[in-house]
């Protein structure tokens, strides 16, 4: 099937903005600039700031939400369907979850590289599977525990990779690049658990994608913003690299930014790319198929490390590209990818290979079969 030129639009807005969300980040964090009361030129480290940038770019999808909505309801048959009325309560304890999450994975941003940072959230698929089999009663086909499997394996070169690389990197000691690989990780059972939550309680509301992402988007931006205060008096030593040596120091962010305006630039592409690769995404799952958006959503971390290599950012690292590979193949034979090839084999050409293409992303994340009640 060709594709039309509005699908091959969504699917390059998808790729390009999902590749600058995490690149913008990592610029940002590259940036070094004095701080408030005369104070040195250091680093821009501020993860719980970005966090707060990525919150007002979800948020901003509920603002597109009810563009859509009031542009339909304008035609003299509308089409859109805006889901029916909820708490918006259901959607704390995954925005909690989510606020957690991202926070982590900022934090560990300015620890290890953009590459590596990307391709080690591919972790995701081993722990919203183990989850969904615990609290959700699925059970994983044989393929998807072997993907599982080797995503573990991809995982793991990718983190020798990161050590072999670490001896010979200046800008990032080797403490802290596995510290780094290790808060991704663990960054990634946080956002298990928030899929599991959003199957289990939000989803069964038959809420709009966008209106999902957008009432999360107002939970995590107003709380992050908030936890903002206590965090700028919570001491926590060299672990911080602000000159206070406090949680976050949001003052000295701004400080830095108006010395450094560039800083700025970098944080809004953060903000306005995840808000476009949200509504992509979407758009993705809906006009062309959901295995379209995760090969897309594989296809990022590639072009990340590319851009992270032509910029100087990184240095070339053959197991990288080997446990990209293996992240790849675990992903996809985890999705159900070597169904269609499997299909074109004789040996397999009897049995009936369903199609998975109009899946909802989560429901293949989350994996399997539900389990029959007893």
């Not at 990161?162 to 800008?171: L, M, N, P, R, T």
């Not at 926590?236 to 003052?251: I, K, M, W, Y």
């Not at 995404?281 to 851009?307: F, H, N």
Request: glycine share 8%.
């Amino acid at each position: 099937m060709k594709w039309t030129k509005y699908q091959l639009f969504l699917a390059g807005l998808m790729l390009t903005t999902g590749s600058l969300n995490t690149l913008s980040a990592k610029w940002a964090d590259m940036f070094s600039a004095p701080g408030c009361h005369g104070s040195p030129d250091h680093d821009f480290s501020h993860p719980f700031v970005q966090a707060v940038g990525m919150f007002l770019g979800e948020l901003s999808c509920l603002v597109v939400f009810y563009i859509l909505l009031c542009h339909d309801r304008r035609r003299p048959e509308p089409t859109m369907d805006p889901g029916e009325s909820f708490n918006p309560l259901v959607f704390l304890p995954p925005a909690l979850c989510d606020m957690l999450g991202t926070s982590i994975m900022y934090v560990a941003l300015n620890m290890t590289s953009a590459s590596s940072f990307q391709m080690l959230r591919g972790a995701v698929i081993i722990f919203t599977g183990l989850l969904s089999v615990a609290f959700l009663g699925r059970r994983l086909k044989p393929s998807q525990w072997f993907g599982i499997l080797i995503t573990i394996l991809g995982l793991v070169v990718v983190g020798l990779a990161d050590f072999v690389s670490g001896h010979g990197d200046d800008s990032h000691k080797l403490s802290e690049i596995i510290t780094g690989d290790l808060l991704i990780i663990m960054a990634q059972i946080v956002v298990a658990v928030q899929m599991v939550l959003e199957e289990k309680f939000v989803y069964k509301h038959n809420v709009h994608p966008l209106k999902a992402v957008g009432t999360e988007g107002v939970f995590g931006f107003v709380i992050l913003s908030l936890l903002l205060i206590p965090m700028f008096f919570i001491h926590v030593g060299s672990f911080a690299d602000n000159p206070r040596q406090v949680l976050e120091d949001a003052l000295d962010a701004f400080c830095q930014i108006g010395h450094k305006p560039l800083i700025l630039l970098a944080l809004l592409g953060n903000t306005v790319s995840i808000a476009f690769f949200n509504f992509a995404g979407i758009s993705v799952t809906k006009e062309i198929s959901a295995t379209t958006r995760m090969v897309l959503d594989s296809l990022r971390t590639l072009v990340i490390w590319v851009v992270s290599l032509a910029l100087g950012w990184e240095k070339f690292q053959g197991l990288q590209i080997l446990g990209f590979i293996i992240l790849l193949l675990g992903t996809a034979m985890y999705n159900g990818l070597h169904k269609p090839l499997m299909a074109k084999m004789p040996c397999f050409a009897r049995e009936q290979i369903t199609e998975e293409g109009n899946v909802p992303e989560r429901e293949r994340l989350l994996g399997g079969e539900k389990a029959e009640e007893n």
